[in-house]
Structure formats: structure tokens, C-alpha cells
């Protein structure tokens, strides 16, 4: 106990006792660097001093890569809640409630569609922070449903890649998304309209084992962690240490694995530039 809880009366106690948010300092996991956490929002979350990128909210991402941050949000489709009933320290219905709330989201993709640099398109963003952006039923149908929206108005489509891999809640029902969404992605391109992949930190497992890595063109963020198996587990299978820099984006484009590592801020202007490129469409007046 200290003087303030011995001493001071409880309604003056109340004054001087403020109560800090926990996240007011944000401190960047390269170089240490501590940053006031709106200007780290301001910043499109990319530390200022060392160029770290740190995850982005979906909605934070869409708002930043839409005309004036004006889009229409697209309904998830709904999927059974909980097939095989799973259950580990809690129930999975409830775990998905947990993250409904926290995030606000559905599920881990969320749907968007609206103008990139006057020229329509239809995007869809994993979101980490909804049970590490894993692959379910509700994922799968979501990402279906965004290509054949883009085939069905004849606009490019962007998926903002974030996963841990399929979502073990749901085990088969999670591993078949990764064959519906490959079929999908086969539409688009019979439609023969762009299908544009931004790999972000971390893609792995089944999603970079499906749609993650089928774009006509990937595009990665600095430093995104990107891969099927873990470098841990690479290396206790091959029993050889992995090269420096292994998985990350700028390895994997020396290796011809992604074709750009474009920085976040200079996403905007390169997901506009390529789309009006490959729908032949003209450069904006402004």
C-alpha cells in the first residue's frame, strides 16, 4: 500500500489516479525504437526511423488503399459456425464470439470493392488479429465469393494475404477451402482479369499453398515472413542451417519467388498503376 490509498481521500484519490493506456508507446521489434502510437496510425504502421513494417488492421488497409478511403464493405457469406463441434480450453463457438467482438469482423477476410485510382476493383484482406488470419470455412467462402464478384463485374482482384495457415478448429472443412479457392482463382483467369496477390508478414502454410501464391503477379511487403513450413522445422527436417534471411520477402524475389517488395506506402500507387496496365485501362486525368 502507499500513501496516496493510506492518505488521500477516495474521491481526490480518483483525481490524481489516471489510468495510461497500455499501448500508448508502440516499440519497434527490429531496432527498439519507441513510437507514439498515432503517429505509428499516421504512418500506416511502419515505424519512421527503422522502416519496420508491423501488421496493419484489415481496415486500416482498406481505408488507405481506396480513392479518398470510400468503399463498400461486401457481406461475408455466412458458414457453419463449429462442423466437427471442437472444443480445446474453450469451446470454439465461443472463441469465435471472442473475435468477433475484439475485431468487428466476421471472420478473418474481409471484403471490400470500390475505385483504386478511378479504376474499379474488388479486394479482399486477411486480418492476423481474427485467430491468427487462419483459413476456414467462413475464409474460404468469403474469398470465393470476392472472385466471382470480381468476374461478375469485370474488375481486377487484390487479396492482402495474412495467415498462419488453415484453421485446425475445423480440420478437413478448413484443407478443402484450399482446393475451392484454386477453382476460383481459375475463374478469374478464364475471365481473364487480373489477380493481383500482396503478400504481408506472416503468409504461410495452406494459404501459401493455394491461392497465396497462383496471382499473375505477387507483390510483398518489406520483410514479410513468407513460406509453407516453419524455418525451425525446415531445419530439423533437412538437419542444415537455412540461409540468412531465409523466407523473407526480399530472399524469396532474388529467388524469383515474388516479382516486387514494394514498402506500404508506395502500395497505393503500384496496386493502381498495375491494374490500369493489365486492364489496358487509361491513366486518370488528376
Known amino acids: ?3 496516496i490509498s493510506n492518505v ?3 474521491k481526490i484519490r480518483s483525481i490524481l489516479k489516471r489510468e495510461t493506456p497500455e ?5 519497434c521489434p527490429e531496432s527498439g525504437e519507441l513510437v507514439f502510437h498515432k503517429d505509428l496510425e499516421a504512418n ?25 478511403g470510400v468503399y463498400e464493405s461486401l457481406p461475408s ?4 459456425a463449429d462442423p466437427l463441434k471442437f472444443r480445446d480450453v474453450k469451446r470454439y463457438t465461443d472463441r469465435l464470439k471472442d473475435y468477433r467482438t475484439k475485431t468487428g469482423a466476421y471472420d478473418a477476410v474481409r471484403l471490400a470493392a470500390g475505385a483504386l485510382q478511378e479504376l474499379q476493383v474488388t479486394v479482399a484482406a486477411q486480418d492476423f488479429d481474427f485467430l491468427g488470419g487462419s483459413l476456414g470455412m467462413a475464409a474460404g467462402e468469403a474469398i470465393v465469393a470476392g ?8 474488375t481486377p482482384f487484390i487479396i492482402f494475404t495474412a495467415s498462419g495457415g488453415a484453421r485446425m478448429q475445423e480440420g478437413m472443412f478448413s484443407l478443402m477451402q484450399m482446393p475451392r479457392t484454386t477453382v476460383a482463382v481459375q475463374r478469374l483467369k478464364e475471365a481473364k482479369l487480373p489477380y493481383i496477390v500482396v503478400l504481408t508478414n506472416p503468409t504461410t502454410g495452406g494459404v501459401t499453398a493455394s491461392y497465396a501464391m497462383l496471382g499473375d503477379l505477387h507483390i510483398a511487403e518489406p520483410g514479410a515472413v513468407i513460406g509453407f513450413a516453419g524455418a525451425r522445422v525446415i531445419e530439423q527436417t533437412i538437419r542444415e ?32 498503376r498495375v491494374c490500369r496496365l493489365l486492364m489496358k485501362a487509361p491513366v486518370p486525368a488528376s
Not at 23 to 27: D, E, H, P, S
Not at 77 to 80: I, K, M, T, V
Open 1 to 3: 500500500m502507499n500513501w
Open 8 to 10: 488521500v481521500p477516495p
Open 23 to 27: 499501448n500508448l508507446w508502440v516499440k
Open 44 to 68: 500506416l504502421f511502419v515505424v519512421p526511423g527503422s522502416g519496420y513494417h508491423m501488421r496493419i488492421p484489415a481496415k486500416a488497409r482498406l481505408d488507405a488503399l481506396f480513392d479518398d
Open 77 to 80: 457469406p455466412e458458414a457453419p
Open 147 to 154: 472472385m466471382m464478384r470480381a468476374v461478375e463485374h469485370r
Open 241 to 272: 542451417r537455412l540461409p540468412e534471411g531465409f523466407q523473407r520477402s526480399e530472399y524469396l524475389l532474388q529467388h524469383g519467388m515474388v516479382d516486387m517488395v514494394v514498402p506500404r506506402a508506395q502500395m497505393r500507387d503500384t496496386l493502381g
